[in-house]
């Protein structure tokens, strides 16, 4: 497994924290999930590697360091990432599943439970996951199998390649993401088949979620066929900003609008809330009343977005339609 005290960005954050900001080893070590010794050897392999002298020297390695810390506090996020804003939709997904392919590496840990979502960002998050270490982990989908959605793209397909990497264990969930109906749902909730799957997620160490536009025509869950066009208009109706495994919330991150919707097979994304690391990966201008609803409605504690959007979302410039 990779050491954590290997960990540049972290041993960066920890620095900075003790030298500048005058945190003490123990809250740092509250603050970031550590032990205390793990802060201490930290701040020394810190100033072996000299990254550390009499201040904190390599800020510059993270380029919106400010920024990212800015959001932290705004938000009570446990952590922001923040990439490069570029016109290229496709190019800007790529750009942050690398960086959050790379947080993942440097998190996860032996015996962790993770579960993923489904869709284009999360593809690229699994794409970029180039030096797995942890051992014993499972992974699982937080959602059904997603219709007409390119089979690549689904829940079960990126729980399964990601266990393929770290030669851990999968857990399915062989259901569809969306059924016709409440009573339905419950009788799919029930089986027995999927109750590993259920299990699962109720200890999770880690959730990667994507962050949906709901009005996005290229959007995973309209490319599904699960909702149709007067769905579509229902949800703007009632004000509805974004989703996470196909659950909608408005901008505060309130979901009771939209309860009667809630026909998935899949988690819970209230439960979201209790996990230790739950990661949204999103970006691009067209996300950002999404994040901030996700944001403010505690589904995610940390954030991998662009700049464009984090400035939008420090200035609070988030709105509807």
């Not at 070590?29 to 793990?38: I, K, Q, V, Y």
């Not at 000299?50 to 959001?71: A, C, P, T």
């Not at 699960?226 to 229902?234: D, I, L, P, T």
């Not at 970006?283 to 995610?300: H, S, T």
Request: include cysteine; aromatic fraction near 6%; charged fraction near 25%.
């Amino acid at each position: 497994m990779k050491k954590v005290v290997d960990d540049v960005r972290l041993m960066t954050k920890v620095c900075d924290l003790y030298y500048n900001q005058n945190v003490s080893q123990q809250q740092i070590a509250s603050m970031l999930s550590l032990s205390r010794p793990t802060v201490s050897r930290l701040l020394s392999s810190a100033r072996e590697r000299g990254i550390v002298q009499i201040s904190v020297s390599n800020l510059d390695l993270i380029r919106y360091w400010e920024m990212e810390r800015k959001l932290e506090e705004m938000y009570g996020l446990k952590e922001v990432l923040i990439v490069d804003s570029v016109e290229d939709a496709d190019e800007q997904k790529k750009l942050i599943g690398r960086a959050a392919g790379q947080y993942v590496e440097n998190t996860i840990r032996d015996g962790d439970v993770v579960g993923l979502s489904m869709g284009s960002t999360l593809y690229q998050v699994v794409a970029h996951i180039m030096h797995p270490a942890a051992d014993h982990v499972t992974f699982v989908p937080l959602i059904g199998g997603m219709g007409q959605l390119r089979m690549d793209l689904h829940a079960n397909y990126l729980a399964e390649t990601l266990a393929y990497i770290y030669d851990g264990r999968f857990v399915p969930l062989h259901a569809p993401a969306r059924v016709s109906g409440t009573k339905i749902r419950e009788q799919f909730m029930k089986e027995e088949s999927l109750a590993e799957a259920f299990r699962c997620a109720k200890h999770l160490n880690m959730a990667l979620v994507g962050i949906g536009d709901p009005y996005d025509i290229h959007s995973s869950i309209m490319a599904t066929g699960y909702f149709k066009e007067n769905e579509k208009e229902s949800l703007r109706a009632r004000n509805a900003v974004g989703d996470i495994c196909m659950q909608f919330y408005n901008i505060e991150g309130d979901t009771a609008p939209f309860q009667k919707d809630n026909n998935v097979i899949g988690i819970d994304i209230h439960r979201l809330r209790d996990v230790p690391y739950s990661v949204g990966i999103a970006g691009g201008m067209d996300k950002l009343a999404a994040i901030q609803g996700a944001v403010r409605g505690r589904y995610i504690n940390i954030l991998i977005t662009d700049i464009r959007c984090a400035r939008a979302l420090a200035a609070g410039d988030a709105c509807q339609d």
